[in-house]
């Protein structure tokens, strides 16, 4: 499929270009392919899966940071998800497996690329891996999402700034600001991510009630279809 990118920003365009992860259905890397190609629908519905990663940030009053996707973004622009989703890339230091570091490494640069929060921070070994899901979401009739999703969870007070071509506005919520804005969101028009939908519907809100005891969650060899 040829795509006509004069109607896209160029930033957003120039990212399509980036190396992501192309997996099997056990998480087992395969090779590298742009981000373009692993997002247009005609080849996710022919079965391509890429390696993703969301990031959840919960603040010392224990609310949680969103942020609401760029006008600019190609894939689910304006909607609301948590704190950061992106992909590690095919590089040397994004496609190591040992404790997830390549997935944490490429967390920590697009926590800083997105929402300008220094690494520092977001120390690697303080990012908590709860699990991973497998889903997919067709975000319009070209584009879409088919991803194995590496949850982690990071707790402390960041500083943001956010980068407008990827980040429309953040705020912080708590549980039931949250359970709220889902609960409202056809009336008020709010967009949410599908894969924000189904991290919140299947899993968060246990997590959020056991911040300090998160260990008890984490599962290292289940993916979770969704």
């Known amino acids: 499929m040829t795509v006509d990118w004069a109607s896209y920003d160029q930033e957003q365009v120039r990212l399509m ?39 959840f940030i919960f603040n010392s009053e224990g609310k949680l940071l969103l942020q609401q996707r760029a006008d600019e973004k190609i894939t689910f622009p304006a909607y609301f998800t948590n704190t950061c989703c992106s992909h590690p890339l095919m590089t040397p230091e994004e496609t190591e497996e040992q404790d997830q570091i390549g997935a944490r490494k490429a967390a920590q640069r697009k926590l800083e690329h997105e929402l300008g929060i220094p690494p520092e ?9 709860l699990t991973r899901i497998h889903y997919l979401a067709p975000s319009d009739g070209m584009w879409g999402e088919h991803e194995i999703d590496y949850i982690f969870i990071f707790r402390g007070d960041v500083t943001c700034h956010p980068n407008p071509n990827e980040v429309k506005s953040i705020k912080y919520v708590t549980k039931a ?23 919140v519907r299947v899993f968060l809100y246990k997590w959020w009630d056991n911040l300090d005891s998160l260990k008890q969650f984490k599962d290292t060899k289940t993916i979770h279809r969704l």
């Open 17 to 55: 270009g980036e190396m992501c992860i192309v997996v099997d259905e056990n998480d087992k890397p395969l090779r590298g392919d742009t981000k373009e190609s692993c997002h247009l629908m005609t080849n996710i519905n022919k079965g391509l899966l890429h390696r993703a990663f969301s990031v």
């Open 177 to 199: 600001e949250l359970e709220e804005m889902f609960e409202t969101a056809d009336q008020t028009g709010v967009l949410l991510t599908p894969w924000f939908r189904l991290i």
């Open 121 to 129: 921070q977001v120390p690697l070994d303080e990012l908590e891996f």
